[in-house]
């Protein structure tokens, strides 16, 4: 797990998230943070956390724009089938509450907290509904404002799923093996594109 943009994260707050009931966790965006623990003591449940924010904001984005983000009146949720949905592998939506109790809208929420350049902090909670077989998402609490720096999160599962064939595969249906746990499936996918992009950068230098 890493930000992509430079933008580190400070704290994670989870309500209603798999184990967790509702718990904070402090982090080092200045430092390696290093999470341990016993068998299931939350360790992989707080990566995973992480990565369904980092999904359910781009969705949120792509469908409503970036300033559905900001610091405002909450707008209605964004809906997912469960075939879209990506950042991890699981039987049903409703694995990801802690006693999900579909009646009464948004109880799920993952709230990121990290500084700004000008060490203000910054945070997006985003929150998850879950109505009918189809998940809900929407942005529940911000402070951001137009310009503001979002953390890009990459989370790659432990590897598995390498064979000595690879078919080239659409970025979805990449997301959606490395969310099933099977990263090793798209290593060489995601190889090619850098193959790509580096020979696209040549050219434009040459």
Same mark, same amino acid.
């Given at each position: 797990m890493c930000c992509l943009n430079n933008v580190m994260i400070k704290k994670v707050t989870l309500q209603r998230f798999k184990r967790f009931a509702e718990t904070s966790i402090e982090l080092k965006p200045k430092a390696v943070s290093v999470v341990v623990g016993g068998n299931n +003591?939350? =360790? +992989?449940? #707080?990566? &995973? %956390?992480?990565?369904?924010? @980092?999904y359910a904001k781009s969705v949120i984005v792509f469908y409503k724009g970036r300033a559905a983000l900001d610091d405002g009146p909450n707008r209605d949720g964004v809906g997912i089938s469960f075939d879209d949905f990506t950042p991890l592998h699981i039987p049903s939506f409703e694995y990801l509450w802690t006693n999900l109790d579909s009646t009464r809208g948004y109880t799920l929420r993952i709230d990121v907290f990290w500084d700004d350049d000008l060490h203000q902090e910054k945070h997006l909670e985003v929150s998850f509904a879950l109505t009918q077989d189809r998940l809900y998402v929407k942005r529940t609490s911000s402070n951001l404002v137009a310009g503001d720096l979002v953390p890009?999160?990459? $989370?790659?599962?432990?590897? %598995?799923?390498? +064979? /000595? =064939? /690879?078919?080239w595969l659409s970025v979805a249906d990449r997301r959606k093996q490395i969310g099933r746990g099977l990263s090793g499936s798209v290593l060489r996918n995601l190889v090619y *594109? $850098? $193959? &790509? /992009? $580096? @020979? *696209?950068? #040549?050219? #434009?230098? @040459?």
């Open positions: +003591s939350g =360790k +992989s449940t #707080l990566l &995973q %956390a992480l990565a369904c924010w @980092n890009e999160i990459a $989370y790659l599962p432990p590897f %598995a799923g390498i +064979s /000595e =064939k /690879e078919p *594109d $850098y $193959y &790509q /992009e $580096y @020979n *696209d950068v #040549l050219e #434009l230098v @040459n």
